[in-house]
């Protein structure tokens, strides 16, 4: 201390010594005081602090000791060999608290009898957290204490502890070195889970800041690092923790240096951190394996499914409640929670979250019939089980067998009178069972759709999920494995029944933009609503799962699929659009080549009924290129006696857009047309399929300025005047070629060949004169024998149009082949007479092994020229043309068979029915057996590998008369 004194100007001498002694005396006063409280200060404050630790031991009702205490008169204190214990502690139990050294700094205030914590820094920390037999944390009592001590974060007062010493503040609190030991009988945990018992954190450095909460309730922030944990030894973790001392936590945070992991069921799985809020809670990197071999060393274990982050809200704690209450109101004491040790259904749980939010999942999982997957050591398979039986369908008032006598009796009675043809009627019943069959699995797939459907809304496991950032493997049963990536999902239950689950990925390989999907309910009983967008699905990729034919798709892409899905337990709704590109398909029933470079649009809407049993197609619409055909139709009776009402329509279009619509495949010898005009056309067919007779064709064709320039590059059909070759077969099947034409030297004209070889063709294969290259008659008989048989078993092709087959288009049956044939015909009719073309046809048609034309016939089968053969030998060549190798063996052995004999007879009674020749005629060739040439036939002797009688006899649909 330092008195400075200032006199006065020339003062008496006795003044001036009086203020020197008050000075002196001043300075003495000051000595002495500065001398007490040197030597007792130390005093007062040790003392003051024993009272302070006094009262924090009864307040928080625990126990401090310490080797050694350094009191300094700055306000500093070092404490050695702390320990702190609980005061109600059974024997034997650890203490809270234990510190190698503990320094604190503080503020004291002497003369206000005041000091105040600022800083606890611990070297050597060590608590430990346990809980008793009882039940009881052995912190519970410092806790309870502590939010009374410190709870108000701001103030003073005589509440204090140390009886009012201390201020109520919190310092900031560092701990160096720190272990943690906790020893809690670990949750109950869903999926089986299990956390060890005792947990050690080592080598922690932690610090812990206070500040002011809102109303001034202390808060606290905790950041702590520990070297090294029990749960994953050798590595350690991060964890940070903020809240009040009224017991409200605002977060608890921790993150591993290495992912935990921990056994569950047959798996592996872990985590790297963790993050629990008010409300809700979150866990890192999350990873699943995929099931461990019991059998074998696990080195390596593959990974299931690994998750960035999954949140769940609310709290956990929050969570559970939900979860026990539900639990009371099922059955058990309303709030009480499971019985100790008793696992939490995991889909309680889920059922009682708010919102669950995945961010970055990855899966891979494999499906199976039956909504069985690869995880289901874990979930639940999905509820897909057989769908509720269906109600039985009234059959109508005659029924269906009753249908199927009067249709087959009716067919009978067209046709002769023979037991042969009485498996025709027999034929024809199954095929409106085997076409209602069709509907009926198409009913029972309706039902099913709805209850999947149905299934995956009522099974929703949350009320709110939302997925981001998704990658999924996903394999059905019996198809490849597809690749998922940025999934966005969201599925949400609303009250009343109400769910939607919305979906959108792209698909590796699959898809060029994003899969869209969306699947609905509205609340109440309304039936569920799928809706679907794709674009740039490969169709190569979906092919094993696509039916018929598309499954031989090698090439091209979905360019777009828009479906709109609405089923019922009563039937269903479809409407959509799918467009697809550059398709490539071999289809052996359409071309023998791959139909290629496929582009076209499908539109329409479907639908289906099983009330009425109706099946409807409207608004129906294909396009390809300038191509558009518009199709409706319905069939009614669909599960009893199916009956087809079908309607295509295509509007006033270029002919030139029709033939370039139709794939390169379709027109291999008609490559290179060209034409002109338009062409409209109008098509109505109705099918009974329990009365096949009474098949309608309307057929309305309207060409207006019709004109071929040009039949391509590989057609010439005024040639036919003069000479043509075309491919055949040698006796022993070898390919060959033959040369014939009214110029070539084996050619036999018209007025050279017996009059009854004509009139026998035109019985036999079809009224040649009465139509213009194709026969509609033909087309729509060939198609009832066809239907009534479910097989092909009669074609028909017009005399013109086996000539064009025989010369241009070789005898594979394909729709290709069959298109080119009736247009050739009907320009081959356009541009030869009717005479030139039987000419043709008899000169270049098969007869038998390598016999070619009706002279080499005649000679070959009855050694005469063709004028000279007689009715029945003129029938009996017409008989064979239809399949002229296997007939053979007729001539081989010398006779036909008595079959085949009353087969020849009854042709030739319907030449005469129709007036091509008199019954004259036809009794003189009884008993219709011809004599082949040397009796035994043109090679001596048996036919190699002849046919038996059954395989050759005529054909079971007759001849009409």
């Known amino acids: 201390m330092v008195v400075s004194v200032v006199p006065e100007a020339k003062p008496p001498r006795r003044r001036r010594r009086r203020w020197l002694r008050v000075v002196l005396v001043v300075v003495l006063v000051l000595v002495a005081l500065a001398a007490a409280a040197a030597l007792g200060l130390p005093l007062l404050v040790e003392s003051a602090g024993k009272k302070a630790v006094a009262r924090l031991e009864d307040k928080l009702a625990i126990a401090i000791t310490a080797d050694r205490v350094d009191w300094r008169l700055s306000g500093e204190i070092d404490v050695y060999g702390l320990v702190v214990r609980d005061t109600h502690a059974p024997d034997g139990e650890p203490p809270l608290f234990s510190a190698r050294r503990v320094h604190v700094a503080s503020d004291v205030d002497v003369l206000a009898r005041k000091a105040k914590l600022l800083r606890v820094v611990v070297d050597g920390g060590e608590a430990h957290l346990l809980r008793r037999a009882d039940g009881t944390l052995n912190v519970a009592g410092l806790v309870d204490g502590a939010r009374g001590l410190f709870g108000g974060g701001g103030g003073g007062g005589d509440d204090g502890g140390g009886g009012g010493f201390l201020e109520r503040h919190l310092p900031d609190l560092t701990l160096h070195g720190a272990t943690i030991v906790t020893e809690l009988p670990p949750p109950s945990l869903p999926f089986g889970l299990e956390v060890p018992k005792r947990i050690e954190l080592t080598g922690g450095e932690i610090t812990v800041k206070p500040s002011a909460g809102e109303a001034g309730v202390a808060r606290v922030v905790l950041d702590a690092a520990f070297a090294a944990t029990s749960l994953d030894p050798g590595h350690g973790l991060t964890a ?179 037991k042969r043809k009485a498996s025709v009627a027999s034929a ?43 990658e999924l493997a996903v394999r059905a049963e019996g198809s490849a494995t597809y690749q998922l990536r940025g999934i966005a999902l969201t599925a949400r239950r609303g009250d009343g029944g109400a769910a939607a689950i919305t979906l959108s990925a792209d698909v590796d390989d699959v898809t060029r933009e994003p899969l869209a999907l969306s699947l609905s309910r509205e609340a109440g009983d309304a039936p569920p609503k799928l809706d679907l967008s794709a674009s740039g699905l490969p169709l190569a990729a979906l092919a094993p799962s696509l039916p018929g034919p598309l499954a031989r798709v090698d090439r091209g892409v979905v360019d777009k699929l828009v479906v709109h899905l609405r089923p019922s337990a009563r039937g269903f709704d479809v409407e959509g659009e799918v467009k697809v590109a550059g398709v490539r398909v071999l289809w052996p029933a359409v071309a023998l080549e791959p139909l290629a470079d496929i582009d076209g649009r499908l539109a329409g809407r479907v639908g289906w009924s099983r009330d009425s049993q109706t099946f409807t197609v409207s608004e129906g619409k294909l396009e390809r290129g300038g191509l558009a055909i518009g199709v409706n139709g319905t069939v009614s009776r669909a599960l009893s006696r199916p009956r087809f009402q079908v309607s295509l329509r295509l509007p006033q279009t270029p002919v030139q857009a029709v033939v370039d619509a139709l794939p390169r495949a379709l027109m291999t010898k008609l490559d290179g047309l060209r034409v002109a005009g338009e062409l409209s056309w109008a098509v109505d067919v109705a099918l009974d399929t329990g009365d096949i007779d009474a098949i309608a064709i309307d057929s309305r064709p309207e060409l207006d300025g019709f004109l071929v320039r040009s039949m391509g590059h590989g057609l010439n059909l005024e040639n036919l005047r003069y000479t043509v070759t075309y491919p055949v077969k040698t006796g022993d099947g070898a390919a060959s070629t033959r040369t014939t034409g009214p110029l070539s030297a084996n050619w036999v004209p018209l007025e050279a060949i017996s009059r009854y070889v004509p009139l ?65 015909a009907w320009r081959l009719e356009e541009t030869l007479g009717k005479d030139e073309i039987l000419a043709l046809y008899l000169n270049v048609i098969e007869f038998g092994p390598g016999i070619y034309g009706i002279g080499n016939a005649a000679e070959h089968y009855f050694g005469k020229y063709a004028r000279d053969l007689t009715p029945l030998e003129a029938i009996f060549l017409a008989s064979i043309i239809p399949n002229p190798r296997k007939y053979y063996a007729f001539f081989a052995q010398g006779a036909v068979s008595p079959r085949w004999r009353s087969y020849l007879g009854e042709l030739l009674h319907v030449m005469v029915s129709r007036g091509k020749i008199t019954s004259e005629e036809a009794e003189s060739q009884a008993p219709y057996e011809p004599i082949f040439l040397g009796q035994d036939g043109g090679n001596g002797g048996p036919y190699p590998n002849a046919p038996d009688d059954d395989d050759l006899a005529p054909p079971d649909d007759g001849v009409e008369p």
């Open 760 to 824: 026998a063709v035109t019985t036999t294969e079809d009224p040649f004169y009465s139509h213009s290259g194709i026969s509609t008659f033909a087309i729509r008989e060939s198609i009832v024998a066809n239907l009534k048989r479910e097989r092909f078993v009669r074609g028909a092709s017009t005399i013109t149009q086996q000539l064009v087959k025989n010369l241009f288009l070789g005898p594979q049956k394909t729709i290709g082949r069959k298109l080119q044939e009736m247009f050739i």
């Open 240 to 418: 940070s923790l903020s809240g009040t001392l009224d017991g409200r936590p605002e977060l608890v945070a921790a993150h591993f240096e290495r992912p935990v992991r921990f056994y569950l069921g047959q798996r592996v799985a872990g985590f790297s951190g963790f993050a629990w809020e008010p409300g809700g809670f979150r866990v890192d990197e999350l990873q699943l394996s995929v099931p461990l071999d019991p059998e074998g060393r696990q080195d390596t274990v593959g990974a299931a499914l690994t998750v960035g982050s999954l949140s769940v809200t609310p709290e956990p704690r929050e969570l559970l409640a939900r979860v026990r209450a539900a639990a009371g109101r099922a059955g058990g004491a309303p709030g009480a929670g499971a019985p100790e040790g008793d696992a939490i259904d995991p889909k309680a749980l889920l059922l009682a979250a708010d919102k669950l939010l995945v961010e970055s999942p990855a899966m891979a999982v494999r499906f199976a019939s039956g909504g069985h997957h690869s995880f289901e050591d874990l979930v639940p398979a999905l509820p897909l089980d057989a769908p509720p039986e269906r109600p039985a369908i009234d059959p109508e008032p005659d029924g269906p067998l009753q249908i199927l006598t009067n249709a087959n009796l009716a067919a009978s009675a067209r046709l002769t009178q023979q």
């Open 428 to 470: 024809g019943e199954a095929l409106d069972t085997r076409v209602a069959a069709v509907f009926a699995k198409l009913d029972a797939a309706s039902v099913r759709a709805e209850h999947v459907l149905t299934a995956l809304l009522d099974g929703l496991p949350v009320k709110d999920l939302e997925v981001t950032g998704g």
